[in-house]
């Protein structure tokens, strides 16, 4: 019965993503096919995880977990529902203080039972004018520990216009989720510089950018 809600939710999540936003993906040098991926992308709204979620074939969808906030997905039953039973998410406290388990081991365990992932590396929604807040450590040290995974980088277009911050009700605009050829971490590569190349792998991707 839950998984059946579950998949009613997200059908009906669906639906609505594409009501609102007429989400639809672009795909550049990577084609959307059954192939083990960690999608990485920018943060700008709490509508970032279900447009990724949404544009993926269902094929995809179904292999695809979250890597989400705790502390904002378990608030509430309705929430905690959507995040644990429809997204699947693996779900990370972004308070240190308060965790019991290594966010990194939690992340590879999930890739390690087959499944794809989607992360924001930034470790938190940009509300800054940058078009990317620096990324944390996270994604280098999943590269490291599984750098056969192609890392792919995802550019969600336009939301921080359906969605802007401190808003409950979405604006219907279009939206487009542009997902860009994977990357995979070099041997020896530092950390910093991974990271650089993940970021400027994202920024690449950003519509005027590229067709500068």
């Known amino acids: 019965m839950r998984r059946f809600a579950a998949s009613v ?13 007429a989400a639809r993906a672009e795909w550049r040098g990577i084609e959307p096919v ?19 979620w949404t544009v993926l074939p269902a094929a995809l969808r179904r292999d695809t977990r979250a890597v989400a906030a705790a502390d904002y997905w378990l608030k509430n039953k309705l929430r905690a529902f959507i995040g ?17 388990d290594d966010p990194i081991a939690k992340i590879v365990e999930a890739l390690d039972e087959g499944s794809s992932i989607i992360i924001f590396p930034e470790g938190g ?6 078009p990317l807040m620096p990324f944390k450590a996270g ?9 056969e995974i192609d890392l792919v980088p995802c550019w969600i277009d336009n939301i921080s216009h359906i969605m802007p911050t401190g808003e409950v009700i979405p604006v219907p605009l279009a939206c487009t989720v542009i997902f860009g ?7 020896e590569e530092a950390k910093d510089e ?19």
Request: aromatic share 10%; hydrophobic share 40%; proline share 4%.
């Open 181 to 187: 050829a994977p990357i995979h971490v070099r041997d």
């Open 84 to 100: 644990r039973d429809v997204f699947r998410g693996v779900l990370i406290d972004r308070r240190a203080e308060h965790r019991t």
């Open 34 to 52: 059954r192939r083990q991926r960690v999608y990485f992308a920018n943060h700008t709204s709490n509508a970032d995880l279900p447009l990724i």
């Open 125 to 130: 929604r940009n509300r800054s004018d940058d």
């Open 9 to 21: 939710v997200g059908k009906f999540l669906i639906f609505f993503a594409q009501f609102i936003t």
């Open 194 to 212: 991974f990271l650089q190349r993940a970021s400027d792998a994202l920024l690449g991707l950003i519509p005027t950018r590229g067709a500068a």
């Open 139 to 147: 994604l280098y040290n999943i590269a490291r520990q599984r750098p």
